[in-house]
């Protein structure tokens, strides 16, 4: 046993997020024809300024699904966790990181 008792959770902290920030979203869902719209229509009316340079997709290897990475400008943990939120009632929508 070592003779240093010294708490390891201080010296381990999670990175905290400083906001405003850019910030990557990653929404993976079924690859329908209007996946990618549904999405941003959402992402739109939390994060106006998000722009089609902001915007990667790519398929699933047997192109049943779809990977979006959306980076937005957060501004807050609430305004990430409300988007997160809205995201996932789309139906075609699995997973939202």
């Not at 994060?47 to 957060?74: C, Q």
């Amino acid at each position: 046993m070592s003779a240093d008792n010294t708490d390891s959770s201080t010296e381990q902290e999670k990175p905290k997020i400083e906001f405003p920030c850019r910030y990557p979203i990653k929404v993976m869902g079924h690859a329908t024809d209007d996946f990618v719209e549904e999405v941003m229509v959402i992402v739109r009316r939390h994060a106006p300024e998000t722009h089609s340079d902001d915007v990667n997709s790519r398929p699933s290897a047997k192109g049943n699904y779809l990977s979006i990475t959306i980076v937005i400008e957060a501004h807050g943990k609430e305004h990430l966790q409300t988007l997160f939120t809205d995201l996932k009632t789309l139906p075609a929508v699995k997973l939202v990181l």
